[in-house]
């Protein structure tokens, strides 16, 4: 059983920054494995932010952070970053890391249901 914990959230002012990270463990090192960072706020639909498929590192973004959010990874330690700039208030959210082994990226990694794995959630507030 894989489990995801996540760090790093907190408060920031509008056009700061936060990084947050999720360490997997439980995971066997020959598999390698997608991850991504989702989001939610109470009364909307989970929405999927970065994915990223660690066998080659290649990123996917949510149109809405496009060009602020910067998701890395290491497969070999199976843990992932978000590093978030330029924050806006409507990214206030709880953001959990998500995981599942797999063998090609793709946009469907902002998809909840491509993970079988999740983290408890880290709280990220912006405010002006």
């Known amino acids: 059983q894989v489990h995801l914990v996540e760090s790093g959230g907190g408060s920031a002012q509008t056009g700061g920054s936060l990084r947050l990270s999720c360490v997997a463990s439980?995971?066997?090192?020959?598999?390698?494995?997608?991850m991504g960072w989702f989001r939610e706020v109470p009364g909307k639909e989970r929405e999927g932010v970065a994915g990223i498929y660690l066998g080659d590192g290649k990123p996917y973004y949510a149109d809405s952070v496009k060009g602020r959010f910067t998701i890395s990874g290491d497969n070999a330690n199976k843990t992932l970053y978000l590093q978030m700039n330029s924050l806006k208030a409507e990214d206030t959210a709880m953001y959990s890391c998500a995981a599942a082994i797999c063998s090609a990226g793709g946009y469907w990694l902002l998809g909840r249901h491509s993970y079988g794995f999740w983290g408890q959630g880290t709280q990220v507030s912006v405010s002006s």
């Open positions: 439980g995971a066997a090192s020959g598999d390698v494995y997608c």
